[in-house]
Every structure is written in structure tokens, then in C-alpha cells.
């Protein structure tokens, strides 16, 4: 069960990064493909930070799942999370701010 669990959680924050990077680069496309957007480079960096909030997402679920389950939490692990949470929802609120102003 628990070598279960790691893998599950390793494969889901790898295509989490895989999907962060596939969006900060098709961010553009993906704005003038599929959005009506009165402000598009402002669009844009709603996409781009949303890709950087899945990304810190990714590390969050690497740093909880996968290496706290292998090694002991220490300090370091602990400020790290804490740090990638931290990210994780400064590029969120910073996707939704940026999304609702390009409208």
C-alpha cells in the first residue's frame, strides 16, 4: 500500500508538471484559441500563472507524499512545503486576479 501510494503521488505531480510547462507554453495559443479576451497579454499571464500554481502544487504533493513517506520530515521539509504552498496560492490568486482583468 504504501509503495502504492508513492508511485500514485510521483505520476500525478510529474504529469502535473508536464501539464504546468505544456500550458506556459501554449499559453498564448490556448488565449486567442479559446478565450474572448478584451485584454489578451493579461489573459495570457493568467494561464502562465495558473501553470506556475500547478507546478508548485506538483512539489507540494512530491515533498508530502513521495519524499515524506520514504525519509523522516525534518525542518528543511517542513519550510519547503510550506514555501511551495505558499507559491501554490500567490500564482493562484495572481491567475484568478489577472483572468478576471482580461476579460
Excluded: K
Excluded at 9 to 27: C, E, R
Excluded at 46 to 73: D, E, K, M, N, T
Excluded at 83 to 90: H, K, N, S
Aim: proline share 1%.
Amino acid at each position: 500500500m504504501r509503495i502504492t501510494s508513492i508511485l500514485f503521488s510521483a505520476l500525478l505531480a510529474v504529469g502535473m508538471v508536464v501539464a504546468g510547462v505544456w500550458a506556459w507554453q501554449q499559453a498564448q495559443d490556448l488565449v486567442l484559441d479559446h478565450w474572448n479576451a478584451g485584454r489578451p497579454e493579461l489573459a495570457e499571464w493568467a494561464v502562465r500563472s495558473a501553470a506556475i500554481a500547478v507546478v508548485a502544487l506538483a512539489q507540494v504533493i512530491v515533498l508530502l507524499f513521495v519524499a515524506g513517506r520514504i525519509y523522516r520530515r525534518r525542518t528543511l521539509d517542513s519550510v519547503l512545503t510550506l514555501t511551495a504552498g505558499v507559491v501554490f496560492a500567490l500564482a493562484l490568486v495572481g491567475a484568478i486576479a489577472c483572468g478576471l482583468a482580461g476579460r
